[in-house]
């Protein structure tokens, strides 16, 4: 990343493109599944990522990786979230699927899929919490998913 481009990356790991932030913006709007990887620094990915959830329905869908050469993080892009801390109103699914992708990166791929099947199936079936339209608490939404498990 430099004065706003971001690098893009090929199926291999091999920079093939840099793009303008703005530019790279609406691409990933139009047509996101053309990205694999992007590589960006801290306040770009920021931006990125909260675009992006907006493309599959909010920050409490989205897990995020922080991978180095000797250490990971898995988190949820929206953190803390502590504005509605303790209020039992959170989305589980962002974190749960951090989990999932903590999973996979172990080698434990297939239980991050069985994890990652089991948010799909309560996205399509319920229950929903208010930032996907419906009225489940976080303890319900999570209860489902490992219903589902």
């Known amino acids: 990343f430099r004065d706003g481009v971001v690098g893009v990356a090929d199926e291999r790991g091999v920079d093939t493109n840099e793009v303008l932030m703005d530019a790279f913006a609406t691409r990933v709007c139009l047509d996101p599944e053309q990205f694999e990887v992007i590589v960006c620094p801290n306040l770009a990915g920021d931006v990125l990522s909260d675009l992006a959830a907006g493309l599959v329905g909010g920050l409490g869908l989205l897990p ?49 899929d069985q994890v990652e099947t089991a948010v799909e199936t309560v996205l399509a079936e319920g229950p929903r919490t208010a930032d996907l339209g419906g009225d489940a608490s976080t303890e319900a939404a999570t209860a489902a998913i490992i219903d589902q498990l």
């Open 64 to 112: 995020s990786a922080n991978i180095g050469d000797d250490n990971a993080l898995f988190e949820p892009v929206h953190g803390t979230a502590p504005d509605i801390a303790g209020q039992g109103t959170a989305n589980p699914m962002a974190t749960i699927l951090s989990a999932a992708m903590l999973l996979n990166h172990l080698g434990y791929s297939e239980e991050a």
